[in-house]
């Protein structure tokens, strides 16, 4: 049997190509894994499992801390639409990092300007092969309004006990004197009120406002009059608040809470009904994920 040579018995040049092959494999690994993300992500394999979205898998179930699996699909997507990324990733001229600054940019960027496949093209080309920081710099330069771009991108969230976490955003001062002028509104009624206390009271007033199981602030002549049954593909707003109610605003699958849609358990197009033991709450992943595979 052939001895194993450890590290320390290898040469200095031994040493360095050995790194340098492992390497590359190590690169070659990572656009496997970003393909086989893809894969998951398009057949919404990760609801049939019971995950909420690609990135609770990625965390939940491979592990990743939540940075990495951001990382690992943001670079995903940016592939997918610019294929011939996947090179330069292999020559080591792009990082995950740099990867996943270039996507979270396009994406602050298009929310102000549309932008070309060129146009991100160009821009990875001029980030190609630098640092980290030197990435960031180059990427704020070539923001419409770099100020605000800044402001957008350096939000965070940390868990500091069981039930808290510190919020890091940055708000122009539009927003944090909106703020200050609720604080000042309540301050009679609460003294002292803290932004994390107001955010509280913010969000209530929201859910009031938006949670679909809330109930009507007033009947109308007009309204459903509580109908468990409609001849209408669309449910009522009755069933819509019924619904929402007995699910916890949460899929019924995976638990989810993003894009809940309402959906017809033996499907409208073969003859099932709008009628509560038909319908259901799911998200829009586990709602495509049952299109794709035609599953109930």
Request: hydrophobic content about 35%.
């Amino acid at each position: 049997m052939q001895k194993k040579i450890t590290l320390n018995e290898l040469t200095d040049e031994e040493l360095l190509i050995e790194t340098e092959k492992l390497v590359m494999d190590e690169r070659r690994l990572l656009l496997d894994v970003l393909q086989h993300l893809r894969e998951i992500q398009k057949r919404k394999l990760f609801s049939e499992i019971g995950y909420t979205s690609l990135h609770d898998y990625a965390v939940r179930h491979l592990k990743y801390s939540d940075d990495q699996a951001a990382r690992r699909i943001a670079a995903m997507r940016l592939i997918t639409e610019l294929p011939a990324l996947a090179l330069k990733v292999e020559r080591g001229e792009l990082s995950l990092t740099t990867m996943a600054m270039a996507a979270r940019f396009f994406k602050e960027e298009e929310k102000s300007v549309a932008m070309s496949q060129e146009r991100k093209t160009e821009i990875i080309e001029e980030i190609a092969g630098l640092s980290t920081r030197e990435a960031e710099r180059k990427l704020i330069a070539s923001s419409v309004d770099p100020e605000a771009y800044r402001a957008r991108v350096v939000e965070s969230v940390r868990p500091v006990s069981n039930t808290e976490n510190e919020v890091r955003i940055v708000l122009t001062d539009e927003v944090l004197e909106k703020i200050n002028m609720l604080r000042g509104l309540l301050s009679h009624k609460k003294p002292g009120m803290s932004i994390s206390e107001l955010i509280s009271d913010l969000c209530d007033l929201a859910l009031k406002e938006w949670d679909p199981a809330r109930s009507p602030r007033r009947k109308t002549a007009q309204g459903d009059g509580g109908a468990l049954v409609t001849e209408m593909r669309r449910p009522t707003a009755s069933m819509k608040r019924r619904l929402f109610s007995q699910s916890g605003g949460r899929c019924e699958r995976c638990g989810s809470r993003f894009f809940l849609e309402v959906d017809h358990i033996k499907p409208w197009s073969h003859g099932g009904k709008t009628t509560p033991d038909n319908l259901r709450v799911l998200c829009r992943n586990c709602n495509q994920r049952r299109n794709i595979t035609g599953e109930v």
